[in-house]
């Protein structure tokens, strides 16, 4: 049985997308899986910049990267906490060779019953 993960997206217009992501795992976790597709955006971007993240971690951790030939990590989130990211852009992706533009998340640690939330505040480029 996978982890039970969700996602509802709180706001969406022309800049901006908000959504919230949860995962209570089974022990398996996620490995690279996309929870920003810019092209399912409406309108699509090319990519974004992440200004806000706010989360809880229990147990776990989460690492959030873009997707490219060789993914970037940006952050590893354990604990809870909230980054304001905005005053200086937000965290922007590298466009590394073969970049997408959708951010993703990998689970660290994980065991059953292991949890998260994390609400990412994007901006659209």
Known sequence: MPDTVTTKVLYEDMNYYIASFTN?????????VVKVDVSSLSPAPTNV????IWYNTFGMAVKIHFDATTDDVMLVLQGD???CLKDFGGIKD???AGYTGDVM???VGHTSGDTYSIILKCRKY
């Open 81 to 83: 906490g909230h980054f």
């Open 49 to 52: 910049s992440i200004e806000d």
């Open 24 to 32: 209570v795992s089974d022990g398996t976790g996620e490995s690279a």
């Open 105 to 107: 998340f990998t689970t």
């Open 94 to 96: 590298p466009k590394s």
